[in-house]
């Protein structure tokens, strides 16, 4: 079992006013049918509310405290502003108690900071970003992540993904400079069954370990392969490797490369 070392972050409780209580789904819709199987149970936790879009504009916030979020795999920064309001944003690597971030059209290339991609040069690290201008960042948001800005062409930037797929968003768009902060969560190891309940998640069972009425890999006497040409999911559509996405996507126009197949 391996963890990650907590000792960049600032030792102090949580802000009270951006706590906010939220009912658990557990894998279920709301009409309490699971819709998500292996979900539910884990440890009670308060959703930390965080400022994903540019609230104020051209004011400079100051960094005052690196704190530990349970609802996501990064880190988020408190930072308080001159006004004395306080917000959560995502920390990117890099970023340290006391130094400044800002929202604004002119900006420093520093970690945290936030600007419009058509401000951004070639070569740049960014997360948080928006699809919509306006919107709020919605994309690139996960632990060590960071899209790389590739080229600017009329009206678009051309970014790599974290997938490595290459695609075209609009240049008015906001973008935070830097890559998301804990890259090290990738290499975690849970280690134990305890550890995996107290993040929500339940036991899986295999499919080849079924009977056949309830998998279509159950089945056999004794330990015996799925005998089918491609793995199915229970309910016998094909899983692993097939094409989800569906074809006259709209926006499959702004996708320029699409991701190598060992992502």
Not at 105 to 113: A, D, H, Q, T, Y
Not at 181 to 198: D, M, Q, T, W, Y
Request: with cysteine.
């Amino acid at each position: 079992m391996t963890g990650i070392d907590y000792s960049v972050l600032t030792k102090k409780e949580p802000e009270k006013a951006l706590l906010v209580w939220s009912k658990k789904r557990m894998g279920r819709a709301q009409n309490g049918r699971i819709t998500v199987r292996h979900k539910g149970g884990g440890a009670k936790r308060l959703y930390r509310i965080i400022e994903f879009g540019q609230l104020k504009l051209d004011a400079v916030a100051k960094v005052i405290a690196l704190e530990y979020d349970p609802n996501r795999t990064s880190f988020i920064a408190l930072v308080q502003y001159q006004d004395k309001t306080k917000h959560y944003i995502l920390a990117p690597q890099g970023l340290k108690v006391g130094e400044e971030v800002v929202c604004s059209e002119k900006v420093l290339f520093n970690p945290g900071n936030r600007t419009r991609l058509k401000n951004l040069p070639v070569g740049t690290m960014v997360h948080n970003l928006e699809i919509e201008p306006g919107r709020g960042g919605i994309m690139v948001r996960g632990a060590g992540t960071g899209a790389q800005v590739l080229a600017q062409e009329e009206g678009y930037t051309q970014l790599k993904m974290p997938s490595t797929e290459v695609r075209k968003i609009k240049s008015e768009c906001f973008a935070s400079i830097g890559a998301v902060s804990n890259p090290e969560h990738r290499f975690v190891n849970i280690g134990k069954a305890g550890r995996s309940r107290l993040m929500g998640i339940r036991p899986a069972v295999r499919g080849s370990a079924m009977n056949p009425v309830d998998h279509p890999h159950g089945g056999g006497e004794g330990r015996q392969p799925i005998g089918l040409k491609y793995p199915k999911t229970p309910w016998g559509k094909p899983a692993l490797g097939v094409k989800t996405r569906w074809r006259k996507r709209a926006s499959n126009k702004f996708i320029i490369q699409r991701r190598s197949k060992n992502k």
